[in-house]
């Protein structure tokens, strides 16, 4: 059984920061891709940021600058530090993760979602 389980979303003014954190209970984690969407109220579904297997890490152009993605293989966790945060970051942020090699950004490329974590930025 495959869990992921974000935390640390919340409410921040704009300009002002916030960490995520997904904590992943999946047998061999370190042979996953993981990623971040976001979901906001009447949009679809879209991909934030992801690291592979290497480490190599890729982002929406939207976020590149501003946050930044990491992972830590022995404690199964991943992250996503979000800085200069802007109204329009507002959304639901999912956690997920893959199989295989490459760094998806459609969503329906990850088999396992976490139950995601309302981050709200106040303009």
């Known amino acids: 059984q495959v869990q992921l389980v974000e935390s640390g979303g919340g409410l921040v003014q704009a300009g002002g920061s916030l960490k995520l954190s997904c904590a992943a209970s999946?047998?061999?984690?370190?042979?996953?891709?993981t990623g971040w969407f976001r979901q906001a109220p009447g949009k679809e579904r879209e991909f934030v940021a992801g690291?592979?297997?290497?480490?190599?890490?890729f982002y929406a152009d939207s976020v590149k600058g501003r946050f930044t993605i990491s992972r830590d293989n022995a404690k199964n966790m991943v992250y996503l530090q979000m800085n200069s945060l802007k109204s329009e970051d507002t959304a639901v942020y999912y956690c997920?993760?893959?199989?295989?090699?490459?760094?998806?950004?459609?969503?329906?490329?990850?088999?396992?979602w976490g139950q995601g974590t309302q981050v709200t930025v106040s303009s």
């Open positions: 690291i592979n297997l290497g480490g190599s890490t």
């Open positions: 997920a993760a893959k199989s295989g090699l490459v760094v998806n950004t459609t969503p329906v490329r990850y088999d396992h």
């Open positions: 999946v047998r061999a984690f370190s042979a996953h891709i």
